[in-house]
């Protein structure tokens, strides 16, 4: 998996504890998995790898917990072409606010998240869609019908 993380100023209106109680629930459903954490805001950072086993994703959780929060939003900065996974997960609020807002898509699926109260659901359900991929909406899901929607999307369930 590729885990884009938007680290934005506006992505800390996010209900990160939401979203992290999604990620532990879809990362224990797997139990052995490869996650790639991709920090993102006017700028993509590099990825870091993270090996989980049994579930255990104690140094990934930490690594989000600790993230800082800074910076404007550039989806422009996103190239997808540029990593190897089965799937993306995109956890974003979708406002895209510094120069290009268009991405560069490839042919993994993209499963966006978002938790926000101000978000640009029709960007993210675009990103979703152009990619195969689904739109899950926190606000509006209970935690366990997101990880029903996640883990049908894929052949990990």
């Excluded at 532990?24 to 991709?38: A, C, F, H, M, P």
């Excluded at 606000?139 to 990880?147: H, P, Y």
Aim: glycine share 8%; hydrophobic share 35%.
């Amino acid at each position: 998996i590729v885990l884009f993380w938007d680290n934005s100023n506006s992505a800390q209106s996010r209900d990160i504890e939401k979203e992290l109680t999604l990620l532990d629930s879809y990362i224990q459903k797997i139990g052995n998995l490869n996650i790639e954490l991709v920090q993102f805001n006017i700028k993509t950072r590099k990825g870091e790898s993270f090996e989980i086993t049994n579930g255990n994703w104690e140094k990934l959780k930490s690594a989000l917990k600790t993230m800082v929060y800074d910076g404007g939003t550039s989806f422009g900065s996103l190239d997808f072409t540029k990593y190897k996974g089965d799937e993306i997960l995109l956890f974003s609020d979708g406002m895209s606010n510094f120069g290009k807002s268009e991405p560069v898509f490839s042919n993994i699926p993209i499963n966006v998240i978002s938790s926000s109260l101000t978000v640009n659901y029709d960007f993210l359900s675009y990103i979703a869609q152009r990619c195969g991929g689904l739109s899950v909406n926190l606000n509006k899901l209970t935690n366990d019908e997101a990880l029903s929607l996640l883990a049908n999307s894929n052949s990990n369930s």
